[in-house]
């Protein structure tokens, strides 16, 4: 097994080619980058952000990092990983970015999966500089920017698989960043995603819209994967924690709030859908 940092980077500002020295990533025009003593490098430009500070917030990427560090959803990293790893050569060698990678979960699983004989060059991303602070932190091995999926800073056509997982997928730049024949793996909510918590955090749920998730220009659809599973969380910091990393905290009022924080225990249903889209040869 050999995981190596992706380095196909692309300046934020003119999308020419970085060069790393170690301390710093620059391009041709005189754009540098500092990499963090962390291990991190900061590729959102300040006029790109929509607030100062912008994507989950420090107490938003602790409670995910308990929960998934927990082993709750380990069953959406595994149907991932074998997406990602499968039909590979035994000696493969493919670059992978995880577009919005939160405090670097998946990307932690999936090299924790990957065979004796293949190498993975890693990449994760996120907008929030806290969630990347604390990815760079727990695994020194891929190269994690903040930066933002509306402008990766990545060369064009350079990687083998994209993740987005419960992220906001852009499309046009997912399908520029991969290669021909390179594969988006998607992983949204499914219509009983946490079911039970939103029935009681909420005064009604609204009708599940049923229409088919569209082709993107560029891909083609392959087969989707629904994977569903139960949980059980026995304490209530657990369930607080999941409330936490999901945006129905500040989707819920005072009230539902409030309900969710008198549990002790709660059983929960997930259900979430594996789409893999293939980028076009042309």
């Keep these: 097994m050999s995981i190596t940092p992706f380095q196909a980077l692309a300046c934020p500002l003119d999308g020419l080619p970085l060069h790393s020295n170690g301390s710093a990533w620059s391009c041709a025009s005189g754009h540098s980058f500092d990499i963090a003593s962390q291990g991190y490098t900061h590729l959102l430009p300040v006029q790109n952000k929509r607030s100062r500070d912008p994507g989950d917030s420090k107490e938003m990427v602790a409670a995910r990092r308990r929960f998934l560090t927990a082993g709750f959803?380990?069953?959406?990293?595994?149907?991932?990983?074998?997406?990602?790893?499968?039909?590979?050569?035994?000696?493969a060698s493919i670059s992978c970015l995880d577009a919005g990678c939160g405090e670097g979960y998946y990307l932690r699983q999936l090299a924790a999966a990957v065979g004796d004989e293949q190498a993975l060059a890693l990449l994760g991303l996120d907008i929030s500089k806290w969630a990347v602070l604390s990815a760079a932190k727990q695994d020194k091995r891929p190269n994690w920017v903040v930066g933002?999926?509306?402008?990766?800073?990545?060369?064009?056509?350079?990687?083998?698989?994209?993740?987005?997982?419960?992220?906001?997928?852009?499309?046009?730049?997912?399908?520029?960043?991969?290669?021909?024949?390179g594969q988006l793996l998607q992983v949204d909510a499914g219509p009983d995603h946490l079911r039970e918590l939103r029935e009681i955090i909420y005064p009604s749920l609204?009708?599940?819209?049923?229409?088919?998730?569209?082709?993107?220009?560029?891909?083609?659809?392959?087969?989707?994967?629904?994977?569903?599973?139960?949980?059980?969380?026995?304490?209530?910091?657990?369930?607080?924690?999941?409330?936490?990393m999901t945006p129905h905290l500040y989707r819920a009022n005072a009230e539902g709030r409030a309900q969710a924080a008198a549990l002790t225990a709660l059983s929960l249903s997930v259900d979430v859908r594996l789409t893999c889209f293939e980028r076009g040869l042309g």
């Design 148 to 181: 933002s999926n509306a402008n990766l800073p990545v060369l064009s056509g350079t990687l083998d698989r994209v993740l987005c997982m419960f992220g906001f997928p852009m499309y046009a730049e997912f399908a520029r960043v991969l290669k021909p024949g």
């Design 73 to 91: 959803y380990q069953p959406i990293a595994a149907a991932v990983n074998q997406a990602v790893l499968a039909n590979l050569p035994a000696h």
């Design 206 to 244: 609204k009708p599940e819209r049923t229409a088919e998730m569209q082709t993107p220009e560029g891909f083609s659809r392959l087969p989707t994967e629904a994977l569903r599973f139960s949980l059980e969380l026995t304490r209530a910091e657990q369930i607080a924690d999941l409330l936490t």
